[in-house]
């Protein structure tokens, strides 16, 4: 489902509630921000990416606030278009591997879903990307922090998205299977800067439960 052709405006989503445009939101971000840190990354398509993250950074918090502020949807809407721009060269990596099993098998938004997980990947893979890890932390505003997971956690919950699996109908005994199904995305995982095992996907699981 690639689309040949994309209208963007923003005028479009001035209506969106803010938990939808929160978690459209931190999809659009997540895909930039995986492209970014791909062992597939390129240049070019960086260039996108890195701004893609910054617009994500400077208006998503306003959209939240004022669904009408028009500067701020079309901030989102370029974000939105950039990460568009890093799926077709690039891709996603782990982020979006381990989000997809919470949407498959438990009905989970894809946004939603990919909130949740964008932190436990960012920080996993940061020991593998340190100076992008840093220039990520930088554009969301939050240049220096040294504890990734905390940092990009509370920046998500800043925004109102629930960021606990448990509340968003995941059951614990579930995880294992979930853990099996995400590491079996291999067009994802092996574009990811960091081997990640099995075992590792469930520590994330359990981590964001
Ligand atoms: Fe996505």
Redesign the pocket.
Known sequence: MVADLALVDPDLALSVPAAVTAATGV?AL??CVEAFTSRKAHPLVDLHALEGIRLAGRFLARAMADGGDREARAGLALASLYGGFCLGPVN?AAG?AVAYPLGTRHHVA??LA?AVIFPHTLAFNAPAVPEKTALVLEALGLRGATDVLAATHGWCAALGIGMRLSDLGVPEDDLPRMATEAHAIRRLLDNNPREMSREQILAIYRAAL
């Open positions: 999809d997540a895909h996603t979006h894809h946004g990919c």
